[in-house]
């Protein structure tokens, strides 16, 4: 498992590593190296030889990688070898549009709960088998809770309010879409995604490189 040593954007290559060798396993190639893997996802393949270097040694020099036996490692460095539950919490267009996204379930995410405050949205399906309940459910839930990360997409001005209920849940991990870094305590994993700060990587990269 990692180690709280090993950096984030190694841990977020992982996840990238994992994506191309399901896709070569998918294609029935049985073997790569960190040169294929690094010209595939436009790093240098010292740095792919870096990452894997964390959790041990993976493959053989001259003979590569066993691409079955390195995507099945690496699940497991992840926690991906099983399925997680997942809730939406706020369940708006970004909600719904992340509870319809196809690659979930493949890999390994699965939406088992649905919560917002809206009166209009409650008790409607929002996937088979998944209707939307109130947030104010949380909060009689305790520990009983059938997921394990929340996705939250509610408005900033809510967000730390409605990750402190599902911290007092018992919810594991949230992943935040709200445009605010949220306060938490060692119970409960926080990562966040904002869009904006992306859109803002970006446009200086592009500056960069046209001045």
């Not at 010209?39 to 066993?66: C, H, M, P, T, W």
């Amino acid at each position: 498992m990692k180690s709280p040593k090993v950096p984030k954007p190694t841990i977020k290559r992982l996840a990238m590593y994992n994506r191309f060798l399901r896709e070569l396993r998918d294609e029935g190639i049985p073997k790569t190296s960190s040169h294929e893997i690094a010209e595939a996802l436009n790093i240098k393949a010292s740095q792919v030889r870096k990452d894997l270097s964390y959790f041990g040694e993976f493959g053989k020099r001259g003979v590569g990688y066993d691409v079955e036996n390195l995507c099945l490692k690496i699940h497991k460095i992840l926690g991906t070898e099983r399925v997680w539950n997942v809730a939406i919490i706020g369940v708006g267009n970004l909600g719904r549009a992340i509870s319809h996204y196809p690659e979930l379930e493949k890999y390994k995410f699965k939406i088992v709960a649905a919560y917002d405050v809206d009166k209009r949205k409650i008790n409607s399906i929002l996937l088979p088998g998944i209707p939307i309940k109130h947030i104010k459910e949380l909060k009689n839930k305790n520990n009983d809770l059938d997921f394990e990360i929340a996705i939250l997409t509610v408005p900033s001005n809510v967000a730390q309010e409605v990750a402190n209920i599902l911290i007092e849940a018992g919810v594991k991990g949230i992943l935040n879409f709200a445009p605010v870094t949220l306060n938490s305590d060692d119970r409960v994993v926080i990562e966040n995604v904002d869009f904006v700060v992306s859109l803002k990587t970006l446009t200086y990269e592009i500056v960069s490189n046209y001045e």
